[in-house]
């Protein structure tokens, strides 16, 4: 029985229900009167019921899916204006137990270099990392007990927030490791990360149970299960995800807005972010085995209807995605890019040759982050190095409470363009910071409060003349 409530993954996430709703979406993907009573539900900015997104990522009307495409647009302005969130990957350690067929570092894969970053490789990345701009992490491991124990990461973040390189620093680690016990993570929240992130993959569970034949990993409830035991452990931001191309993506699509109203109607808070990577190549790994890849076109569609269906939820692309993907998904709802990416072991010190990589994917967006950010304020967004919330406690219930009231707005562009003036200012080429001081100028008419604008105003000035970290 579907049962948002269950802590059980098959009631949560129901294969009945999910069936059900595809063949229900499917046999009204033309009817204009249901649609368009959808479509004003979604225009209320409150969000729609996994039924309704399906049958708008369904709808085969040409005009209704313009309507939507307009609409993720104008809820992605709304609650998101023209910022985006940058942030990098760090991979600690390729040493995995599982044998997920769809990634180059399953155990039976004896040729890849497997590699683990001792403290003080670490820091010699997070250095990297901070001399290029970025204050947001994201922690990425395999999963073995043994060489890449619960301790090591900790210990690991514990060093990457104390590393301060010039003007640098990480300010907001999110982690991105396998499930895990409620103790564990009760550890990571102590260790101060910001979002447990942890893909799905699919939500098929037999599907599920083919691409993981062996290791810990294989286990589907123990693993639909773990954002609950993230939150029991006392992290308040989960992030969520699916591996479009293992499977249908009708279904995962369903899945995935399941899943948050199992976090919604549990925990009182959905999903912090959804993450939309598809399968790509790597070692060992050719896209072509799996015949569930979906085209572009379907993509964006899946970006809108999530945006849609989840106006309060960040979404995230990463380096995967070519500049021409993700220069379409922009608008129609990511909040969350990554940049200068590097997917191996080790790759900002070193970097990879392709042929010779130990890479968990092959990047497509190969642009240093200054590329990527001159690229971004080209087509009129504001990269944002802001990590505020977290630092100021507005995670969980209250930051959504917050995102919801509407509140959130009157932090995010002003934070955005003072971290957007440190980056500038420390770390930007010449051509990109003249682009970037104009595009200040111009948003700063954005802040409609005057007291906020005027200490906006003060505090952009200091940090020309040196001072850092400012945020509200
Ligand atoms: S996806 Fe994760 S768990 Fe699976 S083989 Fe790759 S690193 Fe290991
Ligand atoms: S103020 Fe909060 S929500 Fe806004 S960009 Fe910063 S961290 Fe994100």
């Known amino acids: 029985m579907y049962d948002p409530k269950s802590m059980k993954a098959e009631d949560f996430i129901n294969d009945a229900e999910i069936q059900e709703t595809i063949a229900w979406a499917e046999s009204h993907k033309e009817d204009a009167e249901l649609i368009d009573a959808v479509i004003a539900k979604a225009k209320l900015l409150k969000g729609l019921s996994h039924r309704e997104a399906a049958l708008l990522l369904m709808c085969t009307l040409e005009d209704r899916n313009q309507e939507i495409f307009h609409l993720a647009k104008e809820i992605k302005r709304k609650f998101y204006g023209d910022r985006i969130v940058m942030f990098a990957p760090l991979y600690l350690s390729n040493y995995c137990v599982n044998g997920c067929v769809y990634c180059p570092y399953h155990a039976k894969n004896r040729h890849i270099p497997r590699k683990k970053l001792t403290q003080d490789e670490i820091r010699a990345e997070v250095i990297a990392l901070q001399d290029m701009g970025h204050k947001r992490l994201a922690l990425e491991t395999g999963e073995d007990p043994v060489n890449c124990p619960i301790d090591y990461v900790l210990e690991s973040i514990k060093t990457i927030y104390s590393i301060k390189h010039r003007n640098g620093a990480i300010r907001r680690v999110n982690v991105n490791i396998a499930a895990t016990t409620v103790e564990n993570y009760r550890k990571l929240k102590e260790a101060g990360i910001g979002t447990y992130i942890l893909f799905q993959e699919t939500y098929n569970k037999k599907s599920y149970e083919e691409l993981h034949p062996t290791g810990p990993k294989s286990d589907y409830a123990y693993h639909t299960e773990a954002h609950d035991r993230a939150m029991q452990g006392g992290i308040d931001d989960v992030g969520f995800g699916v591996l479009f191309g293992l499977n249908l993506y009708k279904y995962d699509f369903v899945g995935l807005l399941m899943h948050a109203e199992h976090m919604e109607a549990v925990f009182g808070v959905g999903p912090h972010t959804i993450s939309v990577p598809r399968i790509c190549p790597a070692d060992d790994i050719d896209p072509g085995d799996f015949d569930n890849s979906i085209s572009d076109a379907i993509f964006e569609k899946i970006v809108a209807c999530i945006r849609v269906a989840v106006p309060y939820t960040g979404m995230i692309i990463s380096t995967r995605e070519s500049q021409k993907v993700r220069e379409a998904v922009l608008n129609l709802g990511i909040s969350q890019i990554s940049g200068g990416s590097r997917t191996s072991v080790g790759g900002y010190v070193h970097p990879e040759s392709e042929g010779e990589s130990s890479a968990q994917f092959d990047v497509s967006d190969h642009r240093t982050l200054d590329e990527v950010v001159a690229w971004l304020m080209e ?70 409060n005057e007291k906020v604008l005027s200490v906006v105003r003060d505090r952009l000035k200091r940090i020309e003349e040196g001072e850092r970290d400012f945020r509200f």
């Open 379 to 448: 087509l009129g967004y504001v990269p944002s190095f802001c990590t505020a919330c977290y630092r100021e406690g507005r995670t969980g219930d209250r930051f959504m409470s917050l995102c919801k009231a509407g509140q959130i707005q009157n932090c995010c562009l002003p934070n955005a363009l003072m971290t957007l003036k440190e980056y500038l200012m420390d770390y930007a080429s010449d051509r990109t910071r003249a682009i970037g001081e104009p595009l200040i100028g111009k948003q700063l008419a954005g802040i409609t």
